[in-house]
C-alpha cells in the first residue's frame, strides 16, 4: 500500500487548495481514508474521513463548513478541498488509510501513511 499527497502550497488567508491522496497497492473503496495534519509543535489530527459504512466523518470542527473530503476510486484518489484558509490551518497534511469499512479518528488506528504535504497560509 502506497500513498501519495499532492497539492500543498503557499496560499493567502481566504484561498482554496486541493489536495489530493492517490493510493496504490490496494482498492480505496475497501479502505477507510483520512485527512490529518500537522501543526508544528502540536500533534497530528484527524480532519475527515471516508469510508464505505460511515460515509464521512468530520473529527474537527474547526473546518466545518470550508472543508470537504470526497473520492474518486475509478482514480483511487481520495480529495480535501479546502475553502476559506486561515492561518491557523497552515500544518503538514498527510493522508492515511486503514482496511475496513468504518473510519477511525487516531493515528495508532491507521497502518498507512502519505509522506505529508505543506499547506502555508499566510498574507
Known amino acids: 500500500v502506497r500513498l501519495v499527497e499532492s497539492g500543498g502550497d503557499l496560499v493567502r488567508p481566504g484561498g482554496s487548495l486541493r489536495l489530493s491522496c492517490t493510493g496504490s497497492?490496494?482498492?480505496?473503496?475497501?479502505?477507510?481514508i483520512a485527512w490529518f495534519r500537522q501543526a508544528p509543535g502540536k500533534e497530528r489530527e484527524g480532519i475527515l474521513c471516508?469510508?464505505?459504512?460511515?460515509?464521512?466523518?468530520n473529527y474537527d470542527e474547526s473546518v466545518k463548513g470550508r472543508f470537504t473530503i470526497s473520492s474518486d476510486n475509478a482514480k483511487n484518489t481520495v480529495y480535501l478541498q479546502m475553502s476559506s484558509l486561515k492561518p491557523e490551518d497552515t500544518a503538514v497534511y498527510y493522508c492515511?488509510?486503514?482496511?475496513?469499512?468504518?473510519?477511525?479518528?487516531?493515528?495508532?488506528?491507521?497502518?498507512?501513511w502519505g509522506q505529508g504535504t505543506q499547506v502555508s497560509v499566510s498574507s
Open positions: 497497492g490496494f482498492t480505496s473503496g475497501e479502505y477507510a
Open positions: 492515511a488509510a486503514q482496511w475496513g469499512e468504518y473510519c477511525r479518528r487516531l493515528t495508532y488506528q491507521y497502518d498507512h
Open positions: 471516508i469510508s464505505k459504512s460511515h460515509g464521512i466523518r
